[in-house]
């Protein structure tokens, strides 16, 4: 089991805000700069943001992200129906000396 | 641009070791400062890092996998490896190979089914 834990599930209709919460400890997220990945079924993961909250070209604004303390956070306003996937955050582990995943989180577009 | 693409057998038997190769197109494997990932993604799980390896040839490992991994470097041929020994049910997954230490360019995954 990963030691980020997020929860597994958030949903909601479209033009909504969702919000997406990642967990941490001072060996990870306390210290380290955190990735988010968008993953639709059937597709590879999709770099969202890293450092924290700096956004590649092409992610649309409507995504934003944080970090506070030992946690992060993802937040999609505007909902739409192809933001339907599942979300993970990632962040170097300096206890384990290893990259680690979030536990991910399945949105669902209602 | 750069592209990342996996290959490799589909199926492999318990206790033999799998092995994978991610071939890189559009840019060099020994430009810049970056490293070279594998990722997987169990059915029905969430996604897990393997390790990665650098330009210069040093490699990390996930420490749950790290007596079974190595990742290896071919520069004249673009492509890193992935040798995984002793495989079980548990090992099969979706394969992924990725750049950089945020993944920001991915091989579209490779499906390794470990079965007699």
């Known amino acids: 089991q990963s030691v980020v834990t997020q929860p597994p599930s958030a949903s909601g209709t479209p033009g909504q805000r969702v919000a997406i919460s990642c967990s941490g400890s001072t060996s990870n997220i306390g210290i380290n700069l955190v990735d988010w990945y968008q993953q639709v079924p059937g597709a590879a993961p999709k770099l969202l943001f890293y450092s924290s909250n700096q956004r590649p070209s092409g992610v649309p604004d409507r995504f934003s992200a944080s970090k506070s303390g030992t946690s992060a956070s993802l937040a999609i306003s505007g909902l739409q129906s192809e933001d339907e996937a599942d979300y993970y955050c990632?962040?170097?582990?300096?206890?384990?000396?290893?990259?680690?995943f979030g536990t991910g989180t399945k949105v669902t577009v209602l | 641009q750069l592209q990342l693409q996996e290959s490799g057998p589909g199926l492999v038997k318990p206790s033999q070791t799998l092995s994978l190769t991610c071939t890189v197109s559009?840019?060099?494997?020994?430009?810049?400062?970056?490293?070279w990932t594998w990722v997987r993604r169990p059915a029905g799980r969430g996604l897990e890092w393997i390790g990665r390896?650098?330009?210069?040839?040093?490699?990390t490992y996930n420490p749950s996998l790290k007596s079974r991994v190595t990742i290896s470097l071919d520069t004249s041929k673009n492509q890193f490896s992935l040798k995984l020994s002793s495989v079980t049910a548990s090992d099969t997954a979706v394969y992924y190979c990725?750049?950089?230490?945020?993944?920001?360019?991915w091989g579209q995954g490779t499906m390794v089914t470990v079965s007699s």
């Open positions: 990725a750049r950089g230490h945020a993944l920001d360019i």
């Open positions: 990632a962040v170097w582990d300096d206890s384990l000396n290893g990259f680690v």
């Open positions: 559009g840019g060099s494997i020994s430009s810049g400062h970056y490293s």
């Open positions: 390896i650098f330009s210069s040839g040093s490699a």
